[in-house]
């Protein structure tokens, strides 16, 4: 196992640019390709020290994948590599979701274009519940062990679900909610649980307020700082703010720019820079971009150190057991307004193929939303209805 900063900063950016351009499937694709690259293949770090990284990313807010592949490049090449090695790993998802952006929600798309569009939006609602159906079974493994512990865990998931599927962009605060619920009743914690995030937060919420990108800034600052569960979580936390409270696009286009994000390789959350985009364009991609990922770099190059004592964390671990189930509750809610958003009779078909496809035949996201997209294509070019 090789030493930090002992592997070059050439071999580090090679490497990861490698996984954040073949890594099609979100977090399990990128683990595994990490997990060969540095523990099979390369030798760099040992099993047991990964699996530990696993472990102390998954109790972080934000983009779990995203963050262990800054650690294991911070492992292996030091905080130069942190950065290198994560931006190698961003970047490309970040690229294609801009350039697909311009195609899918510029002035005036080609008609083929809308079609592709329309058919695999049509498709997100049932990737969301293929989403936390998947997410649902290691959660709850933590909260069997105890009745009361089970009955917390339906209700946390109940209320994210409630939250997701009405409450919007305030659906963070119903996470980090039932995240301090569950942390008063497990370790018990004296004093207010929320004034320092009150203090830290409350300049950002006022720029929102004024709308522009102060308000892009917010939202970007929630997906990449306040989301827990798994990247798709991001889908909720964005579009109460993306369609209802900021008008930077229709229900239909948000849809549109969810499936941009699941087709293209790299994290989930690179998904924010479509949102950007729709909001400010090429700029307010990169701007949103840079502000969801930051708080990743943030936590690795900060924290890594610590990554055993959070494993061990009983504060960390009790959070995570509440606001983890109403993540997976808002993931499950969001699937309602997304399916909502549908207006053609065509699309609730795709939908139910697409759920089909996902649930019950087990295909791939990618290969899904791709055939979606190519049935819109069909129908837009023999004519067909398509949204506005």
């Not at 900063?9 to 399990?28: C, K, M, N």
Request: charged share 10%.
């Amino acid at each position: 196992m090789g030493d930090a900063a002992a592997v070059p900063l050439r071999t580090v950016a090679r490497e990861w640019l490698r996984i954040g351009v073949t890594g099609f499937g979100g977090p399990p694709t990128h683990i595994a390709l990490l997990r060969r690259l540095v523990v099979e293949r390369r030798q760099w770090i040992d099993a047991h020290e990964l699996e530990d990284a696993i472990a102390a990313c998954n109790l972080m807010p934000g983009p779990a994948s995203t963050q262990l592949a800054i650690f294991c490049a911070r492992r292996v090449a030091g905080p130069a590599g942190a950065i290198v090695g994560g931006f190698a790993f961003i970047v490309p998802a970040v690229v294609m979701v801009l350039a697909l952006s311009a195609l899918f929600l510029g002035g005036s798309p080609p008609r083929w274009v809308r079609g592709a569009g329309a058919g695999a939006g049509a498709a997100v609602a049932a990737v969301a519940v293929h989403a936390a159906v998947g997410l649902i079974g290691p959660s709850f493994v933590r909260a069997r062990a105890a009745a009361a512990r089970r009955a917390r865990w339906g209700a946390y998931v109940a209320l994210g679900g409630l939250a997701g599927a009405v409450v919007g962009p305030f659906v963070v605060l119903v996470l980090l909610g039932c995240g301090a619920i569950e942390l008063a009743v497990r370790v018990r914690v004296p004093g207010g649980l929320h004034s320092h995030a009150g203090a830290i937060f409350s300049p950002v919420v006022a720029a929102a307020a004024a709308g522009g990108l102060g308000a892009l800034a917010w939202v970007a600052l929630k997906v990449g700082a306040l989301s827990y569960g798994g990247g798709f979580v991001i889908v909720p936390l964005m579009r109460g703010d993306a369609v209802h409270t900021y008008h930077w696009m229709t229900s239909s286009q948000f849809n549109s720019a969810v499936a941009l994000g699941q087709v293209t390789p790299g994290p989930v959350v690179a998904t924010i820079a479509a949102v950007g985009y729709a909001a400010h364009r090429v700029a307010g991609g990169v701007l949103a971009a840079a502000i969801a990922f930051a708080p990743s770099f943030a936590f690795v190059l900060i924290g890594a150190r610590h990554f055993d004592r959070l494993r061990a964390d009983r504060r960390a671990q009790a959070f995570l057991d509440g606001a983890g189930p109403a993540a997976i509750g808002a993931i499950l809610g969001a699937a309602i307004p997304l399916a909502a958003a549908l207006v053609e009779a065509w699309q609730f078909v795709v939908l139910g193929l697409a759920a089909v496809a996902l649930l019950v035949a087990r295909i791939g996201i990618v290969p899904t939303l791709l055939g979606a997209g190519a049935v819109g294509v069909v129908i837009a070019l023999a004519g067909g209805p398509l949204p506005n």
